[in-house]
Antibody, heavy 120, light 108 residues
């Protein structure tokens, strides 16, 4: 079964850091681009970051550029999101998602999400 | 950045009726458009990509159409499990990938 399982969310103070992980199984992780997408409480979907199959190309939304870093470890079938200098507006459910093909296109597999709350 | 606009924000439909959802792009995305369904408390699910191709396992009552800047998702006969929020997403020009604000389909 194709599966993505996020972890690492929690409560953090403004200015703090968190590292999210996404463990992939049931497919050849190293052959698909991956992304993080977030959803603030009661709001819509916002793409956050994307990464190529090798990890050599990374992309970030302007809202997180310079603060968040996406990475992957293909030997561990795991995607990461390092989040620094967190702000209240980063509070959201964070989903990892697999792209259908080898490019940042549509996303055909999503994890169940991990909740990040930034508050003092 | 390509801005995606969905309408209406909320659509009230009776079970068994047809639902028509709209998505507009601020510039042409050709057919590089996907639709997702999100049930409360769940992750999004890919329904349509390439503007009109159903994803694996998606029932035939879901159909997508359009190209350029105007797109439509049609649900031919609403089932109870179809009441949800629907999002469109463009993947023509990135970064960033961009989503519409969503349309909530509720029971009339």
């Amino acid at each position: 079964e194709v599966q993505l399982l996020e972890s690492g969310g929690g409560l953090v103070q403004p200015g703090g850091s968190l590292r999210l992980s996404c463990a992939a199984s049931g497919f050849t992780f190293s052959t698909y681009d991956m992304s993080w997408v977030r959803q603030a409480p009661g709001k819509g979907l916002e793409w956050v970051s994307g990464i190529s199959i090798s990890g050599g190309n990374t992309y970030h939304a302007d809202s997180v550029k310079g603060r968040f870093t996406i990475s992957r470890d293909n030997s561990k079938n795991t995607l990461y999101l390092q989040m620094n200098s967190l702000r209240a507006e980063d509070t959201a459910v964070y989903y990892c998602a697999k792209h259908l093909v080898n490019s940042l296109v549509m996303m055909d597999v999503w994890g169940q999400g991990t909740t990040v709350t930034v508050s003092s | 950045e390509i801005v995606m606009t969905q309408s209406p924000a909320t659509l009230s439909v009776s079970p068994g009726e047809r639902a028509t959802l709209s998505c507009r792009a601020s510039q042409s995305v050709s057919s590089n458009l996907a639709w997702y369904q999100q049930q409360p408390g769940q992750a999004p699910r890919l329904l349509i990509y390439g503007a009109s191709t159903r994803a694996t396992g998606i029932p035939a009552r879901f159909s997508g159409s359009g190209s350029g800047t105007e797109f439509t998702l049609t649900i031919s006969s609403l089932q109870s499990e179809d009441f949800a929020v629907y999002y469109c997403q463009q993947y023509k020009n990135w970064p960033p990938l961009t989503f519409g604000g969503g349309t909530k389909v509720e029971i009339k």
